[in-house]
């Protein structure tokens, strides 16, 4: 998926002719513009347009291990899944806010998106790179609706469909983080009108219920943190600081290094959380006075 102020990479182009190797020359390298501003309605456009049986959907900013991709693809088409994803990391910029990104990375494909499709509840993917079948989507996924956030609506389908979704554990890819503060502030005000958009077209309690759920363990969970650190500090400072030390483990598990920015990482956190939920609240009464989402 290609933005207005993106390029074709190097990186992509190899990958593309690896994988037209590795298919004898059965496949299609699709680059999707923003004539279709959203991912979303891309996603509609090429499974309307192009008969291919399967999709591989990368965004273009992706850098990935060759050999795991190929791997990845390989085990897709072998068990012919309808929809596969992997996990994704964050590239190393070295800067405290990079950093942070690549906690929030960890937290959300190892702990978070697992637990709730375990749970039956879980209505997210990652969006940077999922493998799709199209005769199990094309002309079924609701095309009333439009949204930034093409993972959600994507996985709520799934969801409600009772879709089997094929995980892979491995790293299929390292996407550019956001680097800066206004870089985060307005990556969260954009999944704040995504959801809103979603949460409004939801046409049953159940479907509601799940992208509440959703929006409680993505952007509530540090407000429970919080809670814990409070009740531990007045049990003493050495249970505060062990449960600090103990869920900052929790979170980086075999990267110690990334231990002291998992300490920081909840409570700077909390200032975007707030901010996503203010704009929720704010789209939300937009909607309700009859704006679009």
């Not at 954009?190 to 049953?204: F, K, P």
């Not at 759920?213 to 407000?223: E, Q, S, T």
């Amino acid at each position: 998926y290609l933005r207005d102020n993106e390029n074709l990479t190097s990186e992509m182009q190899l990958l593309a002719e690896s994988l037209n190797n590795q298919l004898s020359g059965d496949f299609k390298f699709v680059v999707c513009d923003e004539k279709q501003k959203t991912k979303y309605k891309k996603l509609l456009h090429l499974l309307k347009n192009d008969d291919s049986a399967y999709f591989l959907s990368i965004d273009i900013d992706m850098s990935t291990d060759i050999k795991v991709m190929l791997d990845f693809v390989s085990d897709m088409l072998k068990s012919q899944a309808d929809i596969g994803w992997g996990q994704i990391r964050s590239q190393k910029k070295y800067s405290f806010v990079s950093t942070i990104i690549s906690i929030d990375k960890l937290v959300s494909h190892t702990i978070i998106r697992p637990f709730l499709w375990k749970a039956g509840i879980g209505i997210s993917i990652p969006g940077q790179c999922f493998w799709i079948k199209r005769s199990t989507f094309a002309d079924k996924l609701p095309s009333e609706i439009d949204t930034f956030l093409d993972d959600l609506a994507l996985g709520l389908y799934i969801n409600q469909h009772k879709i089997s979704a094929t995980i892979s554990k491995k790293v299929l890819g390292y996407e550019i983080p956001n680097i800066t503060c206004t870089g985060l502030w307005k990556q969260r005000t954009r999944w704040a009108t995504g959801y809103a958009s979603l949460l409004v077209g939801a046409n049953n309690f159940d479907a509601r219920l799940k992208i509440i759920l959703h929006g409680i363990a993505y952007h509530g969970l540090w407000i429970v943190h919080l809670i814990l650190c409070v009740f531990f500090f007045h049990l003493g400072a050495f249970v505060f600081l062990a449960y600090i030390l103990v869920s900052a483990l929790f979170i980086v598990k075999n990267s110690i290094y990334l231990l002291v920015p998992a300490i920081v990482y909840p409570f700077f956190m909390a200032f975007f959380h707030v901010q996503w939920f203010i704009s929720l609240q704010t789209e939300l009464k937009r909607s309700k006075n009859g704006n679009r989402c």
